[in-house]
């Protein structure tokens, strides 16, 4: 069975950094783009990063300069690096991939992460 699994979050304090992991595991044939979301309290869940197979990369404008993501194909896992955090930048951070499983017929499926809680204090 695939699954997303989150790493990385916690309590830093402002100006901080932090660099969260999501790694995928079970029967996986390919990953298509992986990304990352995040959700503030009483907030929907908004984009903050993509990166295809490929590389290409694009982020939210709220985040650009700041946050940086990249993955790594032998390993499964994508990355979000994240530099001078400020206090709004408090959510939980998901991790979402297109995810094609080693089943037959060989079909691209969505999933995610449980997230992780990224908490940053003035």
């Known amino acids: 069975q695939v699954q997303l699994v989150e790493s990385g979050g916690g309590l830093v304090q402002a100006g901080g950094s932090l660099r969260l992991s999501c790694a995928a595991s079970?029967?996986?044939?390919?990953?298509?783009?992986m990304a990352w979301y995040r959700q503030a309290p009483g907030k929907q869940r908004e984009f903050v990063a993509a990166i295809t197979s490929d590389g290409s990369t694009s982020y939210a404008d709220s985040v650009k300069g700041r946050f940086t993501i990249s993955r790594d194909n032998a390993k499964n896992t994508v990355y979000l690096q994240m530099n001078s955090l400020k206090p709004e930048h408090t959510a939980v951070y998901y991790c979402?991939?297109?995810?094609?499983?080693?089943?037959?017929?060989?079909?691209?499926?969505?999933?995610w992460g449980q997230g992780t809680q990224v908490t940053i204090s003035s």
């Open positions: 079970g029967s996986i044939l390919s990953i298509n783009a």
């Open positions: 979402n991939a297109g995810i094609v499983p080693a089943t037959f017929p060989p079909n691209e499926y969505d999933y």
